[in-house]
């Protein structure tokens, strides 16, 4: 996965932090005094600018999302899902039953977008091996070709009520299990004999702009009658004496299932973001930067100036840093809600990834403060009091920058559009506050 490069113009020097409550373009400075020591805040400016990886892994993350919407700033976004089905437990219906129909069921456990629309899904058959590529990934970008004509398809408009999607499909692929698994025959002896047969599925979407929504995929089916269903192929058969059965044929190796999303930018600013180096900034876009999982969009910020603020005064203290990221009005609302977290990484050369803050295990979000009045002040924090502590130690700043991403970039579609240092409300800025004991 590619980088992302968080850039923060800094300047400041040793006369405008004497000054009270000045402002040099790039830094404003607010100093306090009193009898037994000094406080001074520095609010930094940004430069922010957006840019795109090469690609996202998205297979073995056991989750489905399947949709497509038409955004003003990102163009057109599509997401279709591959998958490859297998044998659960033994197949063996009776002789003499009667086949009586094919279903695809899944269970959508969240929607992204104006789910107003109706949806219209359609699953297909893929045409060619569904095997691990040498590198065991499959990316956003990757895809596999399937036969053009459906094996069934389904409309509907989601609501509290239908979080179940049934699919009817072809009842000729139904006969052709049914009497196979009559005949025992040996395609359904195992999973793998069976993915010779059906190599694989594809779920997508024929609207041009509707929603996104997303189901887990469960690798242990639950006794719990209220547990969510893991998407199956489901065959309905009668047995002789007139008893309605059904079996379940499960997703067969979550490291096969994986989701292609993709983005069509023909006629914004983004479609000149062909090359993970190329960067938009946001005099281009209406002071704005974008985030975009799935599709892999990033804001990133530097300092270049960052070298003038060291050895104004020994006596100064950083007592705390935050990094505010100002959110655009027009960023979220009833249909796409403001993701619950964002990560911030440091970045290495050419736009590639270090560390994430906190580590992989238990990274550090932010706090999101959220103005429910005006809907103008809405931001993330974060935290980066020991980052530029450290920063400030160093005898020669490296040039390091910092990437702002978000949490669920593999596994969603969420997007976010932040304010620019340039906005004239809410800017994403640094605000460092330093004491001075006299």
Not at 10 to 38: K, M, P, R
Not at 255 to 260: C, S
Request: contains cysteine; glycine residues 6%.
């Amino acid at each position: 996965m590619n980088r992302l490069k968080f850039i923060i113009y800094f300047s400041i020097s040793l006369a405008s932090l004497l000054s009270a409550c000045t402002s040099t373009g790039d830094v404003e400075v607010d100093f306090f005094q009193d009898d037994n020591f000094s406080f001074v805040m520095d609010t930094i400016t940004t430069n922010c600018v957006t840019f795109k990886v090469d690609s996202l892994i998205t297979n073995g993350q056991q989750q489905i999302v399947v949709g497509k919407y038409l955004d003003t700033y990102l163009g057109e976004v599509q997401a279709e899902s591959y998958f490859q089905m297998g044998i659960g437990d033994a197949f063996i219906p009776e002789e003499n039953s009667r086949y009586d129909s094919l279903e695809f069921i899944i269970q959508r456990v969240g929607t992204y977008g104006d789910t107003t629309q109706f949806q219209t899904l359609q699953l297909f058959r893929i045409s060619e091996e569904l095997t691990l590529p040498s590198d065991e990934e499959f990316y956003n970008v990757s895809s596999r070709v399937y036969d053009p004509i459906p094996l069934g398809e389904v409309s509907y408009r989601p609501n509290g009520e239908n979080l179940v999607i049934s699919i009817r499909l072809d009842d000729v692929l139904g006969q052709t299990i049914h009497q196979f698994g009559i005949d025992q025959d040996e395609t359904i002896g195992s999973s793998e004999d069976f993915a010779q047969f059906l190599r694989g599925l594809v779920l997508t979407t024929t609207e041009s702009n509707s929603f996104f929504f997303s189901a887990p995929i469960i690798a242990e089916v639950s006794e719990d009658e209220n547990a969510t269903i893991t998407p199956v192929l489901r065959l309905y058969y009668t047995s002789e004496e007139d008893e309605a059965l059904s079996y379940d044929f499960p997703v067969y190796d979550t490291r096969l299932q994986f989701n292609r999303i993709v983005s069509d930018q023909t006629g914004t600013p983004l479609v000149s973001l062909t090359e993970q180096r190329d960067v938009l900034t946001e005099d281009s876009t209406q002071q704005l930067t974008f985030l975009q999982a799935g599709i892999g969009l990033f804001t990133k910020v530097t300092f270049p100036h960052f070298e003038s603020i060291k050895g104004f005064d020994p006596q100064a203290v950083l007592v705390r840093a935050e990094l505010q990221i100002g959110i655009a009005q027009e960023a979220y609302d009833g249909f796409f809600p403001l993701p619950p977290a964002l990560l911030l990484y440091e970045a290495e050369q050419a736009n590639e990834f270090g560390f994430v803050f906190g580590g992989e295990a238990e990274p550090q979000l932010p706090t999101l403060f959220i103005d429910d009045n005006y809907e103008t002040q809405t931001r993330y924090v974060f935290d980066v009091t020991s980052y530029m502590a450290l920063q400030l130690e160093e005898e020669e700043f490296d040039g390091d920058d910092l990437i702002i991403g978000l949490f669920n970039t593999n596994t969603s579609v969420e997007r976010l559009f932040l304010n620019g240092n340039r906005a004239d409300n809410n800017p994403t800025q640094l605000i460092l506050y330093f004491t001075r004991f006299e």
